[in-house]
């Protein structure tokens, strides 16, 4: 039954966690199929359900958690983290002109010569959904 105040109905939440099956993550491969989940969910955010929204929630926590403990990015620098995300969504420096304005000025922090800026931290973290904070 949904409630009123809020819209959100615990019947449909149980039904999008009995399908996704949530759980503490406990390796990759569970880390992936959850990571698709929510990949899922992400991209059409604007239209989820409050129960939709309420699982990515859960399942961001999950992901960060077992990512947290087991990726480490201790030792790493922003334009490296960068660099990593990069990779995983084979993107070219030309991808990300529109965030730090010239190819130049793109070229230099891809390369770790100049600091990302907050403004294109924020930026990076829209365009990946991630936190801000690993690009400063």
Same mark, same amino acid.
């Given at each position: 039954?949904?409630? @009123?105040?809020?819209?959100?109905?615990?019947?449909?939440?149980?039904? #999008?966690?009995?399908?996704?099956? @949530?759980?503490?993550?406990?390796?990759?491969?569970?880390?992936?199929?959850?990571?698709?989940?929510?990949?899922?969910?992400?991209?059409?955010?604007?239209?989820?359900?409050?129960?939709?929204?309420?699982?990515?929630?859960?399942?961001? !926590?999950?992901?960060?958690?077992?990512?947290?403990?087991?990726?480490?990015?201790?030792?790493?620098? @922003?334009?490296?983290?960068?660099?990593?995300?990069?990779?995983?969504?084979?993107?070219?420096?030309?991808?990300?002109?529109?965030?730090?304005?010239?190819?130049? #000025?793109?070229?230099? !922090? !891809?390369?770790?010569?100049?600091?990302?800026?907050?403004?294109?931290?924020?930026? #990076?973290?829209?365009?990946?959904?991630?936190?801000?904070?690993?690009? #400063?």
């Amino acid at each position: 039954m949904a409630s @009123p105040a809020f819209g959100f109905s615990k019947e449909q939440y149980s039904k #999008l966690l009995a399908n996704t099956l @949530p759980a503490a993550i406990e390796n990759d491969a569970e880390n992936e199929r959850l990571t698709k989940e929510l990949a899922s969910l992400d991209a059409r955010f604007d239209s989820l359900s409050p129960e939709e929204k309420r699982l990515a929630d859960l399942l961001t !926590v999950l992901i960060e958690a077992y990512e947290d403990k087991h990726y480490s990015l201790s030792g790493s620098t @922003p334009a490296t983290r960068l660099k990593m995300l990069m990779e995983e969504h084979s993107l070219r420096q030309r991808d990300l002109v529109e965030i730090f304005g010239s190819r130049g #000025l793109t070229s230099e !922090v !891809v390369n770790g010569k100049r600091e990302i800026s907050k403004a294109a931290a924020k930026k #990076l973290a829209a365009k990946f959904h991630v936190s801000a904070e690993l690009f #400063l």
